[in-house]
Structure formats: C-alpha cells, structure tokens
C-alpha cells in the first residue's frame, strides 16, 4: 500500500464520531487491517476496521489491536460504548454508521489515486476465479498485472485487493462476486472499472435471488457501471448474452467458442486441453470444454490490449490452476479430479460434460456433495442433476449430503443402476477405496460447505 492522509481516504465518507480532528488532520495511513492476528507488532500508520459479521465481531479485537500499536480504529458508531477510548492514547477513533461499507468506500478513493491504472471487474455464476486467473496470465506477458488473490470477491476481499495496488501497475483485474442483491453494484460502485467480463450466467446462489433472470440483472450491474469508453466482455454461448448486451454505454466484445475465430480444440485430456489458436498449438492445464471458454475470454481480452497471438499463447501455458479447481491426485494406481471448492448447477453440469468428452479408458466416477444456496429450487437442481448423469459416460454415482438424496433418488427413478448416497465421508471414502480399480477415475464436486476435499486425505489413509 502506498502511503495515503486519512483525509484523502475518507473523502466523502460521513464520519458519526471523531475524538481528535488535529490527529485526523495529520494522520498518514500506511496499511489497513481487518484482523489483528496479521497485524506487526508496532508498525506504524495501521488503521484498523472493526467488523461485525454473523459469527465474529471485530469491536472485541479493538484492545488486542491496540496493544499492537494500532494507532487509528473504524468502528461501527453503535457499538461505541464496547471501544476503549481512554486507553487509545495517541488513537485516532473513527466512528461510521457501517464499516463494512465504509471499508469499501475508503478503497474506492485509495484507487482514485492511480490515473493510469486500468481497472477490470469480473463476475459471473462460475469460473469466475480461473477466468481471472487466465487474463491475469496473459496479460501479464506484456503488462504488470496486481490481481485478486484465490477468491477474494467481496467487500473484505476486494478491498485487501485494492491496497495492494502500487505505482506502476498497469492493470488491476478483481473478481466480484455476489449471493445477495445489491452486491455488485457496490463491489462496481469501490472498483469503478472501466472494463468488465462476465462469465455465464446460471442459477447459482438462487436461493437468494428467486429466479435466473434476476441473476443476471444483478450481475449486469457490473456493466450499467461501465463508461462510454469501456469495454463489455461477455460469453456469446451463454443464453443471456443478448440481455447482458442490450442498452450499455460500452463497447461490446464477445468470448466463446462460437466468437473467437481459429480457436480449435484438439484433444481434451484428464488435466490438460490442447487446443489451436491461429495456427498455434496450446497446452492449457485446465480440463474441460468449459474451461477452453474460460480461456477463449482471455484471448479476447488479451487481443483487444494489443498482446500478439504469441503471448497470449504463452501466458495460457504458463496459467495454473488453483488447488480444488481441477487439480489432479494419484493414489493407488487411480486419479481423482478435485473440483470439491465450489458448486453449483452450471459448474456441475460442466464436470459431467467434463467425463463425457475426455479420452479416456478407465471408468468413470462421479462423487456429488450437495449445491448450496439454491433455496427453494434445491430439490428442483439436484433431481436435475440426475437427468444428465444418466445420460452421461458416467459409470458409478455417490452421493453424500442431504440435498443428494433428491439426486440418488430421481436416478433410481430413471433406471441408473450404479448409485449410492453416504452419509458421510468416512463411508464414502470406504467404499471408493473398495471399489475403484487401477486406471479409474474419480471427480469431486460438492459446494465449500461440504469439505469434500478432505476425502482425498481420508482416502489415502486407507
């Protein structure tokens, strides 16, 4: 973080209570905490932001955070009879309506400060972090890139991203995400992006927005946001993309396999997919039809930022994806995709597209967790579920979980013989050891809540 006066940080930002206007005057931030457990013991020019979430509450970290020499503190202005104020001697307290918000807005103005950067938000129902992941690789062959770390997408995450930016960053690439209304348009409103992709949209986190289309209205306000100068990215092979297109300030570019031209796949592998590109053979360490969109979108932005057909090629390459997100482990003679990190219907249907394409003699294993935040639609997704498994290459399907049971069912309905629901980890991961064979394969697909990324472990232990 480059060193900022508090009074540039907070401009605009109402402020419910102050103890020292002349220390505010003069305060120099030179980084921001959200926990003190990181927190350097006596560094200076540290502003510490009390936040109150449903399972912590930061206004009771304020003592230890002053015992590390914090010298300024945010804090949510109802709470202050839980602030020690008369043992912050020398504290600049700050006092907001929300600190969350206030968080946020305090990015927003830290960014102001960089008129060069050029600023990008990326949303969409899935992929968004390896789409991100893949522009940051290729635009990095020519630029220097500051990019939002794993999946740092909301208020917390995107601000720690935004203090990361320093003085010579040409680009600045943040991932936004959202599982309630509204949050976009603020993660837009702290960014303020003059670029914006979005990857697909589908019923991810339903449960909260009640239908798709107002999925796609929420995420479509990363690009109201967007000015008459910028840039639109959107997926041409999503059903959406006329919506998301229609009545924007800002030019137009598509992804996609049917957008990009002489973007060839040419083999789809357990971890990699060979594609060609203007000629160009590329090895890309993501399995997955899916995926090669997620790279198409890097092409195209990598194209309209003047990269060659070259460097976008090698920054494809040199992409590697994060743990949970197609990484791949061999135990026993068997290998297991690990896709546990997140899921939800279009994610899912996209790892049995996954089994179906790949070349591969084995058999095919799929182990399901449940999808999360699908609301009143959760029996609805999860029987759905079960449609494309059986009519899939998929050879045996376990489920784990209790919204599964929908898909264990509706697939005994269906005729699909080779399925079972656990009830839990330690008997799945009994049963997979008992029954695959050397030259299987095993996916892992559940939302975070489900922690399938521990039956890796427990299967090695067996």
């Known amino acids: 973080m480059v060193a900022k006066s508090i009074e540039e940080l907070f401009k605009d930002i109402h402020i419910d209570f102050l103890n020292d206007k002349k220390l505010f005057e003069r305060f120099v931030v030179k980084s921001v905490s959200t926990d003190t457990r990181v927190i350097e013991d006596g560094k200076k020019g540290v502003v510490f932001f009390a936040l109150k979430g449903d399972n912590f509450d930061g206004h009771n970290f304020v003592k230890d955070a002053l015992s590390k020499g914090v010298e300024a503190v945010v804090f949510n202005v109802q709470s202050i009879d839980t602030i020690p104020l ?53 635009l990095s062959q020519k630029y220097s890139v500051v990019s939002s770390k794993k999946s740092y997408n909301n208020i917390v995450g995107v601000s720690k991203t935004a203090f990361e930016v320093e003085e010579g960053y040409d680009f600045y690439v943040q991932e936004m995400g959202t599982n309630h209304p509204g949050e976009i348009g603020f993660l837009s409103k702290i960014v303020e992006p003059g670029f914006g992709l979005i990857t697909n949209i589908g019923p991810a986190h339903i449960g909260f927005f009640g239908s798709v289309e107002s999925i796609a209205k929420e995420k479509k306000e990363l690009l109201n946001c967007l000015p008459k100068n910028g840039i639109a990215f959107l997926n041409r092979d999503n059903e959406y993309f006329d919506f998301l297109s229609s009545g924007l300030k800002a030019k137009v570019e598509a992804f996609g396999l049917s957008a990009i031209d002489e973007l060839k796949i040419k083999r789809l592998n357990i971890e990699k997919s060979l594609v060609n590109y203007k000629n160009i053979d590329i090895e890309i360490k993501l399995p997955g039809r899916h995926n090669v969109v997620n790279a198409s979108a890097a092409i195209k932005v990598g194209l309209v930022f003047g990269l060659t057909h070259e460097e976008i090629a090698k920054g494809l390459e040199s992409f590697v994806p994060a743990p949970g997100r197609g990484s791949i482990h061999r135990i026993g003679g068997f290998v297991i995709v690990d896709e546990s990190y997140n899921a939800n219907p279009i994610s899912v249907e996209a790892s049995i597209n996954y089994l179906n394409d790949i070349d591969f003699a084995g058999r095919r294993y799929f182990v399901f967790g449940d999808m999360a935040e699908l609301g009143e639609w959760s029996e609805y997704y999860h029987r759905k579920v079960a449609e494309w498994v059986a009519n899939s290459r998929i050879d045996y399907f376990y489920t784990v979980g209790s919204e599964t049971r929908y898909t264990n069912s509706e697939l005994n309905k269906l005729g699909f013989k080779n399925t079972e629901h656990f009830d839990s980890l330690e008997h799945l991961s009994i049963a997979l050891k008992e029954k695959v064979s050397e030259g299987d394969l095993v996916l892992i697909k559940g939302s975070r809540i489900m922690g399938l990324e521990r039956l890796i472990n427990l299967i090695e232990k067996i």
């Not at 907001?96 to 102001?112: H, M, Q």
């Open 86 to 138: 008369s043992r912050g001697k020398n504290v600049l307290f700050i006092g907001v309506e929300d600190t969350y918000r206030a968080l946020g807005l305090v990015a927003r103005n830290y960014l102001r400060g960089f008129k060069r950067l050029k600023k990008f938000g990326l949303t969409g129902s899935s992929g968004k972090t390896t789409t991100r992941g893949l522009i940051q690789s290729v």
